[in-house]
């Protein structure tokens, strides 16, 4: 394996026509001093860093490190030189060697800048930064283009809104949006005018992005029912409703307007067992398997043979709980039960929200991270359980909350809007 390796990097090397220029620009990476690192290795990144590719890519060469190091080193050493598809194709090369080499994920990020891809680059770091909320360097790329671009589409607005040019005023305010989603001003605004243009798709859309900052805003939520309703988006309004009920309790106007959609939704199509969910005070199993197969349908294929499952018979949701268990999003026990009355629990919930979004990857669907500013910890859950990870990533990407208190509270179980409004987080923000 070594041998092949170095050969077909001498090949690679020689094809490309020797040195060429230098990209000085170009990050070199902290080198890991870890196991499998030799004096060759260690030689061949002080060479780059020192702006000699040529010299650092014959050290590499003698080196007998690790494939996986040995690619990320190659990869950077392309990446000085401006080969751009060399470089890339060692980092995926160090990545399917080991899918958390944040090293060679930096690189593909940085060749995005390289590219002036400004808007990949920028969704590149997100998803790092969600991933490696401590790495100092990714906060660094990911804070400048953030504040650089944020910056230069807001300038081009107020040119825009200064001649009267409507649609490119709002679309650069989109992207304003998109690089500093926490500014609620630029969103609302956003929201208003497509509300107004009747275009209540979009509207809808960024209504919902306000109220994942400001869930209790009652001016939006008002605004987002409104929406919801000539939509024809009967749970929806339903939700939200509620949501208003909580904050002024009692209410004749907001109960009167809950029973009256409540008939409409009962009049529609979807199977009344269906139904039935959104005014349960805790979603089981079989109801999650339905929520997620309903709103993902256009992104569900199962191209294997499905998965027997002996306990679903005469299940509403029978043919979505075969199709998110031959998709491995959920999953069945040894015996091929599923446990379909079983209350789903937040901890299982975020487990089930992570194979999603690794199918959604799978799939080639890019879903738009936008983590926290500031890193938060859930205080009751121990960094040795084993789905700390996954619950840190959901926090910080704000698909799943904390309590006031900072608590994650796994083995709480979930009502229906809180299931809907953790896969609309999702659904709504794939790309």
Same mark, same amino acid.
């Given at each position: ?252 106007? $907001? ?113 738009? $991270? ?20 996954? $619950? ?40």
């Amino acid at each position: 394996m070594r041998t092949l390796l170095i050969s077909s990097m001498v090949v690679l090397l020689a094809a490309c026509g020797g040195v060429g220029r230098v990209n000085t620009g170009i990050h070199i990476p902290a080198l890991e001093t870890t196991a499998g690192s030799d004096a060759a290795y260690e030689a061949g990144w002080q060479a780059l860093k020192e702006g000699k590719p040529k010299e650092a890519m014959q050290k590499f060469q003698q080196s007998a490190a690790a494939d996986e190091k040995l690619y990320v080193a190659y990869g950077y050493t392309f990446l000085s030189q401006d080969k751009i598809s060399l470089a890339r194709r060692n980092f995926r090369k160090a990545i399917e060697l080991n899918p958390d080499n944040v090293q060679a994920e930096l690189g593909l990020a940085a060749i995005y800048e390289l590219l002036e891809d400004m808007g990949n680059a920028f969704s590149a770091y997100s998803q790092l930064l969600a991933k490696y909320p401590e790495h100092a360097w990714i906060k660094v790329k990911y804070q400048n283009i953030k504040s650089t671009r944020t910056g230069f589409h807001l300038k081009q607005a107020e040119v825009y809104k200064s001649r009267d040019k409507t649609g490119k005023y709002i679309e650069a305010l989109r992207m304003a949006s998109r690089y500093s989603p926490e500014i609620i001003e630029i969103k609302t605004k956003i929201a208003d005018y497509y509300n107004e243009e009747g275009q209540y798709k979009e509207a809808a859309f960024q209504y919902e992005k306000v109220l994942a900052e400001l869930p209790n805003k009652e001016e939006i939520l008002v605004k987002v029912a409104k929406v919801y309703e000539q939509m024809d988006k009967v749970d929806g309004a339903i939700m939200v409703y509620k949501s208003l009920l909580k904050l002024k309790p009692g209410d004749l106007k $907001i109960i009167n307007k809950i029973n009256e959609l409540k008939i409409k939704f009962y009049e529609s199509d979807l199977p009344p067992k269906f139904k039935n969910i959104f005014f349960k005070q805790k979603v089981s199993r079989e109801d999650l398997a339905a929520l997620l197969g309903f709103y993902f349908k256009r992104y569900l294929q199962a191209d294997k043979t499905p998965v027997i499952i002996r306990d679903i018979t005469g299940s509403y949701a029978k043919e979505y709980i075969i199709e998110i268990c031959t998709l491995k999003i959920m999953g069945t026990r040894p015996d091929h039960s599923f446990d379909r009355f079983t209350a789903v629990k937040r901890a299982v919930f975020a487990e089930v929200l992570d194979s999603l979004l690794k199918y959604l990857s799978r799939r080639d669907y890019k879903v738009k $991270i936008t983590p926290l500013e500031e890193v938060v910890e859930p205080v009751d859950i121990s960094p040795l359980h084993r789905r700390y990870k996954i $619950i840190k990533y959901l926090v910080n990407t704000r698909i799943m909350g904390l309590d006031a208190e900072n608590r994650f509270n796994s083995t709480q179980t979930l009502s229906p809007g809180e299931v809907i409004a953790a896969i609309k987080k999702i659904l709504y923000n794939i790309e």
